[in-house]
């Protein structure tokens, strides 16, 4: 069983800073890619950035300059340090991973997208 497990969201004023984290558990075996995505009332989840194994960021166009995803691979956490907040940036933000866990002695399934639950970031004056 693997579990990612979102936190640090919360409510913060416009031009503000958030850093949110997420924490893999569980049998892991090994994990590549992990990712950040957010959700707003009524619109569809959306890719924000993506960190591969090597250290390697991308980040949509949306908020490039202003989020920094990061990883500490011994924590088997990926972090999203947010700085100049929009309200536009309001939404559920999940953590995504590519991994691989064991499922018993010989056993290992490759997942290329487990979730976590989710963690609420408010933009708002």
């Known amino acids: 069983q693997v579990q990612l497990v979102e936190s640090g969201g919360g409510l913060v004023q416009p031009g503000g800073s958030l850093r949110l984290s997420c924490e893999a558990s569980?049998?892991?075996?090994?994990?590549?890619?992990m990712g950040w995505y957010r959700q707003a009332p009524g619109k569809h989840r959306e890719w924000v950035a993506s960190?591969?194994?090597?250290?390697?960021?991308i980040y949509a166009d949306s908020v490039k300059g202003r989020f920094t995803i990061s990883r500490d691979n011994a924590k088997n956490t990926v972090y999203l340090q947010m700085s100049s907040l929009r309200p536009e940036d309001t939404a559920v933000y999940y953590c995504?991973?590519?991994?691989?866990?064991?499922?018993?002695?010989?056993?290992?399934?490759?997942?290329?997208?487990?979730w976590g639950q989710g963690t609420q970031v408010t933009v708002s004056s």
């Open positions: 960190i591969d194994e090597g250290g390697k960021t």
């Open positions: 569980g049998n892991i075996f090994t994990i590549n890619i």
């Open positions: 995504n991973a590519d991994l691989t866990y064991s499922t018993g002695d010989y056993s290992y399934t490759r997942e290329y997208d487990h």
